[in-house]
């Protein structure tokens, strides 16, 4: 994305933000692709590698097992967790974005659905064996940030995990960016929210330049 663009983009965000309106703006960057993956911007066409280095390390023995893709963009996250064996719901508030996962998987076997994180079906708590969430918090302003937290960690059902993607930032820093990294007092929201951490990880992406990341992994216990 070039500067004109990026400008553009950031004042359609900051307008839908002012009106109280935190993630109106998304619908419209799936509509701009014109149903072409790859004009999504922040589209990587590939699952997380992190997700998929903890698939392996922990493979899925039930095919009853339930798993949730939060924000799902374009899919390929939900699908990698479909391929392991995951019986998948993956959700985004842009029907377009649903729509463009249906297309490309017309033979898929995730369950692709239009929801908002703040209003989602409430038989999504702890719902689910495994969640995923990666870079929804970020694109939040405010009060929304702790809202959404809180909401994701309430989907993990006992003795399940979630999985955190996000990028992430040293506490001061970067206070006015879009994204918005996560610090790690705003990630440990997530134990304040009742998830035990397991795992996690510091990490430099591989753009020029580097951005730092976190990945981390939660659980709920059982008691």
Not at 57 to 73: E, K, L, M, W
Not at 165 to 188: V, W
Not at 211 to 220: S, T
């Amino acid at each position: 994305m070039d500067e004109s663009a990026r400008s553009k983009f950031l004042s359609m965000v900051k307008a839908h933000q002012d009106r109280d309106d935190p993630s109106g703006w998304c619908d419209q960057v799936y509509q701009d692709a014109d149903g072409d993956v790859s004009a999504v911007f922040w589209a990587d066409l590939v699952p997380n590698p992190y997700l998929i280095t903890w698939l392996e390390a922990h493979p899925n023995t039930s095919p009853q097992r339930t798993a949730i893709t939060v924000g799902c963009g374009v899919g390929d996250d939900a699908e990698a967790l479909s391929a392991h064996g995951y019986q998948v719901t993956a959700f985004d508030i842009s029907p377009t974005a649903i729509a463009l996962c249906r297309k490309r998987y017309p033979d898929s076997r995730v369950n692709y659905v239009v929801a908002d994180l703040f209003d989602h079906p409430r038989d999504w708590a702890n719902g689910f064996d495994l969640v995923f969430e990666c870079n929804t918090i970020q694109v939040l302003p405010g009060e929304y940030r702790l809202r959404a937290l809180n909401a994701i960690a309430a989907m993990v059902a006992p003795g399940g995990h979630a999985l955190i993607s996000c990028r992430s930032r040293n506490t001061g820093e970067k206070e006015d960016a879009f994204p918005l990294p996560l610090d790690r007092p705003e990630i440990d929201g997530f134990i304040r929210a009742g998830l035990c951490e397991q795992a996690f990880v510091i990490y430099d992406d591989d753009q020029a330049p580097p951005v730092q990341h976190f990945f981390a992994c939660y659980n709920r216990p059982t008691k």
